[in-house]
């Protein structure tokens, strides 16, 4: 299975991103590449159009940017459970689903799913 590549500058957005919502739950997309190994995760974007709420964040897929560098969507779980919703796998976009886990302290509060629901190893690249 692919790894999942995370720049550091990514982490730190995500992490800064999760904690500034938090007791929201933050939603954003992300650029990058797909390798034959990995999923590199390059850029993170805040999509138009969306809701935060207590327990649910969307975006409207219409307002969404006709942009094939996009190659998944990362949101937070301000519960602090590591594992993604039913509606998480249902409306997944992209390749890969990240979850950032309260309390957003470092890349273990960071974990990723395909598009099966499969757990994708986590790779900080410094
Ligand atoms: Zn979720």
Redesign the pocket.
């Given at each position: 299975m692919k790894k999942v590549v995370l720049k550091n500058d990514v982490l730190v957005a995500l992490l800064e991103i999760s904690k500034h919502f938090h007791p929201k739950?933050a939603i954003v997309l992300l650029r990058g590449k797909e390798t034959k190994q990995d999923i590199v995760l390059e850029e993170v974007l805040l999509a138009p159009g969306s809701v935060y709420g207590k327990g649910f964040s969307e975006f409207r897929l219409d307002m969404l940017p006709m942009d094939f560098s996009i190659i998944g969507v990362a949101?937070s779980?301000p519960s602090g459970i590591p594992i993604?919703?039913v509606?998480?796998l249902n409306n997944m976009i992209g390749r890969v689903l990240v979850?950032v886990v309260a309390p957003y302290l470092s890349e273990k509060h960071i974990v990723a799913y395909n598009s099966k629901g499969e757990p994708m190893q986590v790779i900080v690249e410094r």
């Open positions: 739950e949101h779980h993604p919703s509606e998480d979850i």
